[in-house]
């Protein structure tokens, strides 16, 4: 395998009280093995640590798990929180981010309503939400990459 020249930092975590890892661990494993540096700040993550891991690591991602469904009161003001941390990242929201959802384009809707620039659902493959990363921070994939991620 070629090495990665590309260094993007990723900030990961699962915000609030929810306690859910597996599928912060399948995004760590994902996005490393795509080539990111991933800093994994694991369950029960505060908007704060967040915004200081962004900071500390230069990140230009903040990659926001919630799967048991009350992502929207953990993460109101959370841009607010980053903007006044001095964070300047893309910022993406996953899983199953509404107890009873029906409807998800409501559910995107409201939280890119709330800033983030990607809302995915928790049927969402990893690989997916690297290439919407990759195209937001216009990376070009390599060959060798676009055949790692098409095997």
């Not at 090495?3 to 890892?21: K, N, Y």
């Not at 809302?119 to 216009?138: G, K, N, Y």
Request: charged letters at 25%; glycine letters at 10%.
């Amino acid at each position: 395998m070629v090495p990665h020249t590309m260094s993007r930092t990723v900030v990961l975590g699962v915000i609030g009280s929810d306690a859910h890892v597996v599928g912060i661990t399948i995004l760590e494993q994902a996005f490393s093995a795509a080539g990111f540096d991933v800093i994994n700040l694991g369950v029960q993550t505060s908007q704060e640590e967040f915004a200081e891991a962004a900071i500390a690591h230069d990140a230009e991602a903040v990659l926001v798990s919630s799967l048991y469904g009350h992502a929207e009161q953990d993460c109101r003001g959370f841009h607010d929180v980053l903007e006044g941390a001095g964070v300047d990242a893309v910022t993406y929201i996953g899983g199953n981010l509404a107890v009873g959802q029906n409807d998800f384009e409501e559910t995107r809707e409201q939280f890119e309503g709330m800033g983030f620039d990607r809302v995915f659902d928790s049927e969402t493959d990893p690989e997916e939400a690297i290439a919407a990363l990759r195209r937001d921070l216009q990376i070009a994939t390599t060959e060798s990459e676009r055949v790692t991620v098409n095997t």
